[in-house]
């Protein structure tokens, strides 16, 4: 193997890693020291340092000629606030306005991570699901085999939405296997509100279950979040 | 401090306060631009996207929580409306997109001529890069965000950050490499 192949091959130590924040000067007082004593002692680290500045340089020049919004954009964001009672209390509102006020009001980190989810759910048809959501809204909350309706407010939930393509047999099954129960749905989205524990549990743990299913069943859940 | 000004510009907003919002809108308005232009790289549509962002501070501020910065928070919501934008795109003017890179790659005496020149090089393997590598790059570099700060606007671990970051530097390097810039790293 070359040396460039060795180079472009070689896994960055954790204070190459940091080098475009300290840059950017957004690291902390300790990171900051050490970069800067790694730096000092370290030619080859510097001058790799010099093309981290380079490409902070032009990456800020990219941004500056982005220019500006147009000056009545004040004025633009106004007309839609003043015009919000009437599309907020409307039936108008479309599905992928709806979704799309549900995932803006989950934390940054929630939205982050359910980004790719919420960009199917523009192209998702959720049809699949009818006779599972009779089923659902008209005897107050889906009752699998293993875990008994309860009524919504009481234990910990998460809002799912299952995958277009998968049949209400895996569904079925899936809610079997992770001792979980439809109570609510579906909201906008096609999302159900699903029972995960009977007690109320720490939102760590909650995220954790959340984690789990989601990791685990991605052939079956399209997008899943906690919710109260 | 900022950080502390901003909460309470959303807590007035969350009261219906347009003074509030027209501060908060002042304050944030050109970066997230300028975020959404380098994600989108369309000017109309960034625009449109600013004040869809900032409408939905107006609808959501009543559910900020605190848990990160107020600036977090709306480059969250930015990057969310980015990325959805990006999904709607026609296929028309994604081709345009990948003519204008072909386009960027021609050897014309224009493109010669920046060749000599590293930082105009650099410049427009930077502007290739993908949306992934296009956004923590911007955010990095641009917005002046921290680990954690890019870690809540994605939604990745701090040490995916980290990674995700070498990662769109290594891709860079690769582009260099095909403008006849080799610099070996990462």
Redesign the interface.
């Known amino acids: 193997m070359t040396t ?1 192949n060795n ?2 091959q ?1 896994e ?1 130590s954790e204070i ?3 080098l ?2 300290y ?5 902390d007082q300790d990171e900051m020291r050490r970069v800067e004593a790694a730096l000092a002692s370290d030619p080859e680290l510097a001058s ?1 340092y010099e ?2 500045r ?10 500056d000629a ?5 000056p009545g ?2 004025q ?3 007309a ?2 003043d015009a ?1 009672p009437a599309r ?1 209390h409307g039936q108008s509102a479309n599905l992928s306005a709806r979704i ?2 549900f ?3 989950l ?10 989810a ?2 199917l759910v ?2 998702l048809q959720a049809g699949l699901l009818a006779g599972f959501v009779f089923q659902a809204t008209n005897q107050g909350g889906y009752q699998t085999a293993s875990a008994p309706t309860t009524a919504p407010g009481e234990g910990s939930y998460v809002l799912i939405r299952f995958q277009p393509q998968v049949s209400v047999a895996d569904i079925t099954n899936f809610l079997k296997t992770n001792k979980l129960s439809i109570v609510g749905g579906p909201a906008g989205g096609q999302l159900y509100k699903v029972r995960v524990a009977s007690t109320k549990l720490a939102k760590a743990d909650l995220a954790r279950i959340v984690a789990s299913l989601s990791l685990q069943n991605d052939k079956v859940i399209a997008f899943i979040a906690m919710t109260d | 401090m900022q950080t502390t000004s901003d909460e309470i510009l959303i807590a007035k907003i969350a009261k219906g306060d347009r003074l509030a919002m027209e501060a908060l809108f002042a304050r944030y308005r050109i970066p997230v631009f300028r975020f959404l232009q380098r994600m989108l790289r369309n000017e109309a549509t960034a625009e449109d996207l600013n004040s869809d962002v900032f409408l939905n501070v107006w609808r959501q501020a009543g559910t900020f929580e605190g848990r990160s910065a107020v600036s977090t928070w709306i480059f969250a919501i930015a990057r969310f409306k980015a990325l959805n934008a990006l999904q709607r795109r026609p296929t028309e003017e994604l081709d345009e997109q990948k003519a204008d890179t072909i386009a960027d790659e021609a050897d014309d005496p224009e493109v010669a001529l920046a060749k000599k020149d590293k930082a105009a090089v650099l410049r427009q393997c930077l502007l290739k890069l993908s949306a992934e590598h296009r956004e923590i790059v911007n955010l990095v570099y641009y917005q002046h965000k921290s680990v954690q700060d890019v870690a809540e606007i994605v939604g990745i671990p701090e040490a995916t950050v980290k990674t995700r970051m070498f990662y769109a530097r290594k891709k860079l390097s690769e582009l260099l490499t095909e403008q006849g810039i080799e610099r070996g790293w990462p």
Request: hydrophobic share 50%; aromatic share 8%; charged share 20%.
């Open positions: 460039a180079a472009k070689r960055p190459e890693l940091l475009p924040w840059a950017a000067g957004t690291l790799r093309w981290v380079a490409e902070f340089a032009q990456e800020t020049a990219i941004g982005a220019g500006e919004p147009s954009d004040a633009t964001l106004f839609k606030i919000l907020r799309a006020e995932l803006l009001s934390s940054p980190r929630t939205l982050g991570w359910s980004a790719a919420a960009a523009i192209l």
